[in-house]
């Protein structure tokens, strides 16, 4: 698919991978819908997407609120005449063990609250099933050619703390293979779908955290350092451009193989 012209529409796009990719597919000439709940975020991204030659707008939207998904898609079409890009991008982390016991006594001392995992359930993966729906009935409806993109990660394998968080991660790695083959059954032809999996990212919370740590984490990343928010960017656009890539989920990880930490 030619993305030059299209529509696409980025959840948590105000900042982080969100913005990269917003950025990146607008440089590409797609016009921007940027979803975010920060509004100054999305008020700079799309101010800086404007400024560099790009099209885009912006909307307040809470993920979990089906209004919200439903009135970001409409802005799409609105504004731009059509949908044909949504990248479910909106996620948080709320790390901790289920429970937590005492080094002394071995007792439990802390558990992870059901809020913590009710909450990263709420927003990694009602609010993606929501973008994705909203989403899929306008490219129906209107006939919009496209793909819907779900971000997942390297931790979909299971990550010891991230019990909810990884939970939603291998959810999203499954959903394009279930989704690609609704479609396909019901001969909706039009939309495909598709994931991405990035590895440790330079974001601000990987950059910023304790450079010892970091070490760590690098000496099982073959390529040496952390993947840049660009690079997963342009993945997303690999996958826009290929309409053989469906139904699957593309790792982006510098060749994260633990393999030094596991060498004797």
Known sequence: MEVKGKVGVITGGGDGLGEAISKNLAAAGVRIVVGDVVEEQINRVVDEIKAAGGEAVGKVANVTREADMAALMDLAVDTFGGLNIVVANAGIIRDGLMINTDRETGKVKRVMSTEDFKLVIDVNLTGAFLTLREAAC???DNNYPGVLITISSVN????????????????????PKILAGEFHMRRINNIRVASVSPGYAATAILQNMNQKALESILKDV?????????EIAAAIKFIVENDAVDGADIEVTGGLTYARSRAK
């Open 156 to 175: 979909k394998t299971g990550q010891v703390g991230q019990l909810n968080y990884s939970t939603t991660k291998a959810a999203m790695a499954l959903w």
């Open 222 to 230: 073959h390529l040496g350092r952390l993947v840049e928010p660009d």
């Open 138 to 140: 306008r490219m129906v």
